[in-house]
């Protein structure tokens, strides 16, 4: 473990009495991401609503988050986003956050959610909403080439939305699915 108290951005490490295990990894690289599950005293009793008892939501004891995470040399844990919110390309699985990090860095671009459509031929595809800055002249064409030069085929963005405001949720989160 680190000298350090903590890492700044990182979820923390693991507590005493508590297991983890990820699910969807490629191996054993400590720069892998992998669904978390958590297994510990006092996990929870179950969902209040609609109610579920915890046996009903557990599998054999483990309970599975959501969270993808990948954990560092010092054992410190590191959230890259939600498992929802991965883009099932023909089996492959696309992060939303790389393609917006792209998108992020044109320079006519405030903000960018991007988000699985459904595809017949491919099961979902990469789409994007995109609220243009200072009411920027910028195509759609010109961001699809601009993104697409930089991903492999698959990860290829399809669609370009223009909106004024990107849908958040009350927390002020961005909404990727409506």
């Known amino acids: 473990m680190?000298?350090?108290?903590?890492?700044?951005?990182?979820?923390?490490?693991?507590?005493?009495?508590?297991e983890i295990s990820f699910t969807g990894r490629n191996g054993s690289d400590s720069s892998d991401i992998g669904e978390l599950l958590v297994r510990g005293p006092g996990l929870f009793h179950g969902y209040y609503d609609p109610w579920q008892l915890a046996k009903d939501v557990l599998v054999d004891?483990?309970?599975?988050?959501?969270?993808?995470?990948r954990c560092d040399q010092d054992g410190y844990y590191w959230i890259g986003g939600r498992s929802k919110a991965l883009i099932n390309v023909g089996g492959t699985k696309v992060f939303p956050w790389e393609i917006e990090n792209i998108l992020m860095t044109h320079p006519d671009v405030e903000e960018a959610l991007v988000y699985g459509q459904r595809d017949a031929r491919f099961g979902e595809v990469p789409h994007a909403k995109v609220k243009a800055r200072n009411a920027a002249s910028i195509s759609e064409r010109e961001l699809l080439r601009y993104v697409n030069e930089r991903v492999s085929i698959l990860k290829n963005l399809r669609k370009v939305e223009?909106?004024?405001?990107?849908?958040?949720?009350?927390t002020g989160k961005l909404k990727r699915w409506e």
């Open 162 to 170: 223009f909106v004024s405001a990107l849908p958040r949720t009350n």
């Open 2 to 18: 680190s000298n350090e108290s903590s890492k700044r951005g990182a979820a923390g490490v693991l507590l005493p009495g508590w």
């Open 61 to 69: 004891g483990w309970f599975s988050t959501g969270d993808l995470v």
